[in-house]
C-alpha cells in the first residue's frame, strides 16, 4: 500500500478575526474583556501556525473602518497590542519569526508605531515564519496608496502607462515580497470581507466558521486547514 501524501498545507493564511465583542456580549461583561480573551487566540494561533509548518499569517488586528469605534475601546486595543508585543517579543526571536506589519501606520499613535518599528527592524532577518499585522488596514487605502505610488513614478517619467501591469500593481503594495493568502479565514459567521486584502485574495479559499474568535484556538486552525485540505483549486481552468 502507497503512502497517502500530507495534505497540503496554506503556505499563507489571512484570517478576519471576529466575534471579541459579541464573546464579552454573552457574557454580559465589556467589549474590551472579549478583546483580551482575542489577544490569547492571537497567541495560540501563532504557535499553532508555526508547528503547522505554515509560513506566513497575515492577522486583521485593526481596520481603518475601526477608527469609527467609541474612544475608549480604540485605546483598549491599542493598549492590548502594546501588551501583546511586549508577551510575545521573545517568542519572535526564539522562534525566529519575523513581524511585519501593513496599513496606514501612520494614524496610530506614535508610541504604538515606534513600537512597531523596532520590533520590525529587531526581526527584519528571520525566515522560519512571518507575523503580519494587518493595523489601520483597508484594501482600497492600501489599492490608493499603490495607485499613488504609481502615478508619482509615471509622472516622474520612470514608468510609462503601458507599461502598468498586474506585477506594478503588485510591486506597489505594503508588503509587496508576500504571496497571496492561500486561505482566508473568517470568525463569528459574518459573510463578508470588510475591505480586508482585496488584492491579494481574488483566488483565496474561504473558510468562515461561526467560532468566535476568542474562542478559536488551534483545534480550529486544524480543521480550517484540513478543509483546505480537500479544496480543488482550479484558477478558472478545468481539472
Ligand atoms: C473583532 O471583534 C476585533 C476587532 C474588529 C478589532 P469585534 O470587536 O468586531 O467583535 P464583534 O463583531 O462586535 O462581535
Ligand atoms: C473586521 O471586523 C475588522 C477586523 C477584524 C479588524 P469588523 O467587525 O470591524 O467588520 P464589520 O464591521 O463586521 O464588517
Ligand atoms: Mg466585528
Same mark, same amino acid.
Not at 484570517?15 to 497567541?43: F, Y
Given at each position: 500500500?502507497?503512502?497517502?501524501?500530507? /495534505?497540503?498545507?496554506?503556505? &499563507?493564511? =489571512?484570517?478576519?478575526? +471576529?466575534?471579541?465583542?459579541?464573546? /464579552?456580549?454573552?457574557?454580559?461583561?465589556?467589549?474590551?474583556?472579549?478583546?483580551? !480573551?482575542?489577544? #490569547?487566540?492571537?497567541?495560540?494561533?501563532?504557535?499553532?501556525?508555526?508547528?503547522?509548518?505554515?509560513?506566513?499569517?497575515?492577522? %486583521?488586528?485593526?481596520?481603518?473602518?475601526?477608527?469609527?469605534?467609541? *474612544?475608549?475601546?480604540?485605546?483598549?486595543?491599542?493598549?492590548?497590542?502594546?501588551?501583546?508585543?511586549?508577551?510575545?517579543?521573545?517568542?519572535?526571536?526564539?522562534?525566529?519569526?519575523?513581524?511585519?506589519?501593513?496599513?496606514?501606520?501612520?494614524?496610530?499613535?506614535?508610541?504604538?508605531?515606534?513600537?512597531?518599528?523596532?520590533? $520590525?527592524?529587531?526581526?527584519?532577518?528571520?525566515?522560519?515564519?512571518?507575523?503580519?499585522?494587518?493595523?489601520? %488596514?483597508?484594501?482600497?487605502?492600501?489599492?490608493? +496608496? =499603490?495607485?499613488?505610488?504609481?502615478?508619482?513614478?509615471?509622472? !516622474?517619467?520612470?514608468?510609462?502607462? +503601458?507599461?502598468? +501591469? #498586474?506585477?506594478?500593481? =503588485?510591486? &506597489?503594495?505594503?508588503?509587496?515580497?508576500?504571496?497571496?493568502?492561500?486561505?482566508?479565514?473568517?470568525? $463569528?459567521? #459574518?459573510?463578508?470581507? $470588510?475591505?480586508?486584502?482585496?488584492?491579494?485574495?481574488?483566488? !483565496? #479559499?474561504?473558510?468562515?466558521?461561526?467560532?468566535?474568535?476568542?474562542?478559536?484556538?488551534? /483545534?480550529?486552525?486544524?480543521?480550517?486547514?484540513?478543509?483546505?485540505?480537500?479544496?480543488? *483549486?482550479?484558477?478558472?481552468?478545468?481539472?
Amino acid at each position: 500500500m502507497s503512502a497517502t501524501p500530507p /495534505a497540503p498545507v496554506p503556505r &499563507h493564511i =489571512a484570517i478576519i478575526m +471576529d466575534g471579541n465583542g459579541r464573546w /464579552a456580549q454573552q457574557r454580559g461583561w465589556p467589549r474590551i474583556k472579549g478583546h483580551e !480573551a482575542g489577544a #490569547e487566540s492571537v497567541q495560540a494561533v501563532v504557535r499553532a501556525c508555526r508547528d503547522a509548518g505554515v509560513e506566513y499569517l497575515t492577522l %486583521y488586528a485593526f481596520s481603518v473602518e475601526n477608527w469609527r469605534r467609541p *474612544r475608549e475601546e480604540i485605546s483598549g486595543l491599542m493598549r492590548l497590542l502594546e501588551h501583546f508585543l511586549d508577551r510575545n517579543e521573545d517568542e519572535l526571536h526564539e522562534n525566529e519569526i519575523r513581524l511585519r506589519v501593513i496599513g496606514r501606520l501612520a494614524d496610530l499613535p506614535k508610541l504604538i508605531q515606534r513600537r512597531l518599528a523596532k520590533t $520590525s527592524a529587531a526581526t527584519a532577518d528571520y525566515h522560519r515564519g512571518n507575523l503580519i499585522l494587518a493595523l489601520s %488596514y483597508g484594501g482600497r487605502a492600501e489599492l490608493v +496608496d =499603490a495607485m499613488r505610488g504609481i502615478a508619482g513614478k509615471v509622472a !516622474a517619467g520612470e514608468l510609462k502607462p +503601458d507599461a502598468i +501591469d #498586474e506585477a506594478t500593481v =503588485a510591486a &506597489h503594495l505594503y508588503a509587496p515580497d508576500v504571496p497571496d493568502p492561500d486561505l482566508m479565514v473568517r470568525t $463569528s459567521g #459574518e459573510l463578508r470581507l $470588510s475591505n480586508f486584502l482585496l488584492w491579494q485574495l481574488s483566488y !483565496a #479559499e474561504w473558510y468562515v466558521t461561526d467560532v468566535l474568535w476568542p474562542d478559536f484556538r488551534e /483545534a480550529d486552525l486544524h480543521a480550517a486547514i484540513d478543509a483546505y485540505g480537500r479544496r480543488k *483549486r482550479r484558477y478558472g481552468a478545468v481539472s
